[in-house]
C-alpha cells in the first residue's frame, strides 16, 4: 500500500523557518517525481512545488520562489520543504503527493504549518 | 499563469441524478509533446484530495466508472453519471501543461 507521511509542520513566528519532511513506503519513491500542495484553512487547493525524481528537474510557484525549497533523499524515501522567511499567508496545511501523468496520484494527510506572531 | 474557471461553484444533485462540471482554461492545455496534462480530484471534507481523471478522460485506478472526463484545448468537463451519497465534497480540476501548475477554484457538490 502507498503511504505518504508528512511531518514538520507547527507554529512559526513572520520571517522563520520550518522544515517539512515526507517519508514514503509501498512503492520505489526513487521512480517517482513527488509534489508539494498546500491548502490555507477553508480555501482551495496551491501547487507549491515539483521534483523529478533524480532531482533534476525542479519548478516552484511564484508565491514561495526564493524562500522555499524542495529537496529529497531517495535513499531515505524522503521529500523535504526548506520553508524560510514564512509569511502570515504561507499557513495552510501542506500535503505531499506522489506524480503520475501530471497530478498528484496519491497524497499524504498532511501537516499543519501556522505563522503567527 | 494560467487561469483554471470551474462552473458551477455549487451543484446540488439528487442521488442518482447525474452532475456535470466545467474546466475552462485561460490557454490551451496541448503540450508540446502531445499530451493534455488536466487532471480532476475530489476531495471531502477532512481528507486530502483523490485524483479521478488524469490527462482529459483516464481513470485513475479504483474510480468508479460512473466518473468521465473530455474535453480539449481549453474546455473540460467532469461528469458522474449517477451520484452517490459518496460522492459528495469539492471537486477540482487541475492543470501541469506549462508550471507554474494551477487549480481550478473548486466545484461543491452536495445532496439536495
Known amino acids: 500500500e502507498v503511504q505518504l507521511v508528512e511531518s514538520g509542520g507547527g507554529l512559526a513566528q513572520p520571517g522563520g523557518s520550518l522544515r517539512l519532511s515526507c517519508v514514503a513506503s509501498?512503492?520505489?519513491?526513487?521512480?517517482?517525481?513527488m509534489n508539494w500542495v498546500r491548502q490555507a484553512p477553508g480555501m482551495g487547493l496551491e501547487w507549491v512545488s515539483y521534483i523529478t525524481a533524480s532531482s533534476g528537474i525542479i519548478y516552484y510557484a511564484d508565491s514561495v520562489r526564493g524562500r522555499f525549497t524542495i529537496s529529497r533523499d531517495n535513499a531515505k524515501n524522503s521529500l523535504y520543504l526548506q520553508m524560510d522567511s514564512l509569511r502570515v499567508e504561507d499557513t495552510a496545511v501542506y500535503y505531499c503527493?506522489?506524480?503520475?501523468w501530471g497530478s498528484g496520484s496519491s497524497w499524504g494527510q498532511g501537516t499543519l504549518v501556522t505563522v503567527s506572531s | 499563469d494560467i487561469v483554471l474557471t470551474q462552473t458551477p461553484l455549487s451543484s446540488p444533485v439528487t442521488l442518482g441524478q447525474p452532475a456535470s462540471i466545467s474546466c475552462r482554461s485561460s490557454?490551451?492545455?496541448?503540450?508540446?509533446?502531445?499530451?493534455?496534462?488536466l487532471s480532476w480530484l475530489h476531495q471531502r471534507p477532512g481528507q486530502p484530495p483523490r485524483l479521478l481523471i488524469y490527462?482529459?478522460?483516464n481513470r485513475f485506478s479504483g474510480v468508479p466508472d460512473r466518473f468521465s472526463g473530455s474535453g480539449a484545448g481549453t474546455d473540460f468537463t467532469l461528469n458522474i453519471s449517477r451520484v452517490e451519497a459518496e460522492d459528495v465534497g469539492i471537486y477540482y480540476c487541475?492543470?501541469?501543461?506549462?508550471?507554474?501548475?494551477?487549480f481550478g477554484g473548486g466545484t461543491k457538490v452536495e445532496i439536495k
Open positions: 490557454q490551451s492545455l496541448l503540450h508540446s509533446d502531445g499530451n493534455t496534462y
Open positions: 503527493a506522489r506524480e503520475v
Open positions: 487541475m492543470q501541469a501543461t506549462q508550471s507554474p501548475r494551477t
Open positions: 509501498g512503492f520505489t519513491f526513487s521512480s517517482y517525481s
Open positions: 490527462k482529459i478522460s
